[in-house]
C-alpha cells in the first residue's frame, strides 16, 4: 500500500531560457515553498504527490487545473505570484479528501538563526550545529533570491564548517562567508579548551544582525 495524503512542492521559477539537460535520473527541482521573490509573472510548476485519484491546484483561489493522478503525481503549469497556492486532493466520488497549502514569506526579512545545543564543554572537542535561514518574522523561509551571509565567531571556541547543502558549490567550508541555497545555511562551532562565552554573529546586506552568545563550561571536579 502507498503513501496516504497530500504533498505540493513548487519549481524556482527562474529556468526561462534554460536548456535542460538529462541524465539516467529524470526529476525537476521542486522545493516546499512558494516565495520566489523577483519571479512574479514567471512560469513554474506545482507537482502534488498524493494517493488520492484526482487533484486540483488553486493559485490565490484560481484553480489552475483539476487532473486524474498517476502513480500517486500530478504536475500543473501555472504562473509565480505572491500569495497561496492551495492542493486539493479528491475521492473516486470526487469528495474532498486532503487539502495542502503553501504561503509566500511576507515583506519583511530576517535571519532566523537556532542552534542544536544550549552549552559546550571545554575540551576542545565539543560541536554545536547552527541552522540560519533567511525568512519573514514569522519563520518562513525567503527560497529566492539567494543571498550571501556573513559569519563571526570569537571567545571560547572556533568555526569549524560554514556552508550550504548546494550540490554544486565552489565556496570552501572554512570561508567566512557563504551564499544560502533555498535561503538555508549551516555553521559547526567547536569549542576550545578553556571555559567562557563563545560569540556567533551573523550578517547579511540589508538585515540586522544576529549574535548567539554560547557559554563553554570547565568540567568540575569534586
Known amino acids: 500500500m502507498g503513501p496516504k495524503g497530500l504533498w505540493l512542492a513548487a519549481q524556482v521559477p527562474i529556468h526561462r531560457g534554460v536548456i535542460p539537460t538529462y541524465n539516467s535520473y529524470l526529476w525537476t527541482d521542486t522545493v516546499d515553498s512558494w516565495s520566489f521573490e523577483g519571479c512574479e509573472g514567471e512560469p513554474t510548476y506545482v507537482d502534488v504527490y498524493t494517493d488520492a485519484a484526482e487533484a486540483e491546484v488553486f493559485v490565490n483561489g484560481r484553480s489552475v487545473g483539476r487532473q486524474a493522478v498517476c502513480d500517486y503525481f500530478a504536475k500543473f503549469p501555472c504562473t509565480y505570484e505572491a500569495g ?16 495542502n497549502s503553501l504561503r509566500s514569506a511576507a515583506p519583511e526579512t530576517c535571519l532566523h538563526v537556532r542552534a542544536d545545543r544550549s552549552s559546550l564543554a571545554a575540551n576542545g572537542e565539543d560541536f554545536c550545529f547552527i541552522d540560519i535561514a533567511v525568512a519573514d518574522t514569522e519563520g518562513i523561509v525567503k527560497t529566492w533570491p539567494e543571498r550571501q551571509v556573513n559569519i563571526e565567531v570569537s571567545g571560547a571556541g572556533t568555526l569549524a564548517g560554514f556552508g550550504s ?12 562567508h557563504h551564499l544560502t541555497y ?9 569549542s576550545g579548551v578553556t571555559g567562557g562565552e563563545l560569540r556567533v554573529t551573523l550578517s547579511c546586506d540589508g538585515l540586522d544582525p544576529v549574535t548567539m552568545v554560547i557559554p563553554v563550561e570547565e568540567e568540575k571536579h569534586e
Open 165 to 176: 547543502a548546494n550540490h554544486i558549490n565552489a565556496e570552501k567550508f572554512n570561508n567566512t
Open 182 to 190: 533555498q535561503g538555508r545555511l549551516q555553521a559547526v562551532i567547536r
Open 84 to 99: 497561496e497556492v492551495v492542493a486539493v486532493g479528491y475521492d473516486e466520488q470526487g469528495h474532498e479528501v486532503y487539502r
